[in-house]
T-cell receptor, first 117, second 111 residues
């Protein structure tokens, strides 16, 4: 299947700093990538849809100025958590849209665990 | 908004038993996807379904796209310890790029 990577896999930062998370599609081009947040024992919560070469579309309640998304190439999208606070600590997962011929699907990265102290 | 009702929320079974879980919705979906997530990892795609009535297998896993396009089930036959994890269904509404996720089914297997 298609492979999606994320970097870093985990990060610890001080409150007030910014953190950048990278999402890469390794063996396919992805015009669309998605960023999710997951709290313990809960399902995935979509934060935003990232389209290559255009502005991201944010879900209701997600602050676009706090969670900056850039999708500058067909294989890379980045999520920057600006001025991070402890409540931003979470598991962040990206996915990339993959066209399978008969339809489309999403392949997920391994996730990035963020801890803000 | 659209919601998927996934059941059961959790299952405790003996190794070797068969497993069945399902997702239902009040809305129509064009695509149904089933994922498995291990602790601390991202979801891994198990089966993708694109046509109403479609029945697809992947090893010991079988999934079907309901004929009404509002439901899907996943069966696991002869469970083994590595089947432990959380299984999520996800549906893609018509005309939408994003997925709607179920709440997940946590599978625990007693050896």
């Amino acid at each position: 299947g298609a492979v999606v990577s994320q970097h870093p896999s985990w990060v610890i930062c001080k409150s007030g700093t910014s953190v950048k998370i990278e999402c890469r599609s390794l063996d396919f081009q992805a015009t669309t990538m998605f960023w999710y947040r997951q709290f313990p024992k809960q399902s995935l919560m979509l934060m935003a849809t990232s389209n290559e070469g255009s502005k991201a579309t944010y879900e209701q309640g997600v602050e676009k100025d706090k969670f900056l998304i850039n999708h500058a190439s067909l294989t890379l999208s980045t999520l920057t958590v600006t001025s991070a606070h402890p409540e931003d600590s979470s598991f962040y997962i990206c996915s990339a849209k993959y066209l399978a011929g008969v339809g489309e699907t999403q392949y997920f990265g391994p996730g990035t665990r963020l801890l803000v102290l | 908004g659209q919601q998927l009702n996934q059941s059961p929320q959790s299952m405790f079974i003996q190794e070797g038993e068969d497993v069945s879980m399902n997702c239902t919705s009040s809305s129509i979906f064009n695509t149904w996807l089933w994922y498995k997530q291990d602790p601390g990892e991202g979801p891994v795609l198990l089966i993708a379904l694109y046509k109403a009535g479609e029945l697809t297998s992947n090893g010991r896993l079988t999934a079907q796209f309901g004929i009404t396009r509002k439901d899907s089930f996943l069966n696991i036959s002869a469970s083994i310890p590595s089947d432990v994890g959380i299984y999520f269904c996800a549906g893609q509404p018509q005309g939408a790029q994003k997925l709607v996720f179920g709440q997940g089914t946590r599978l625990t297997i007693n050896p």
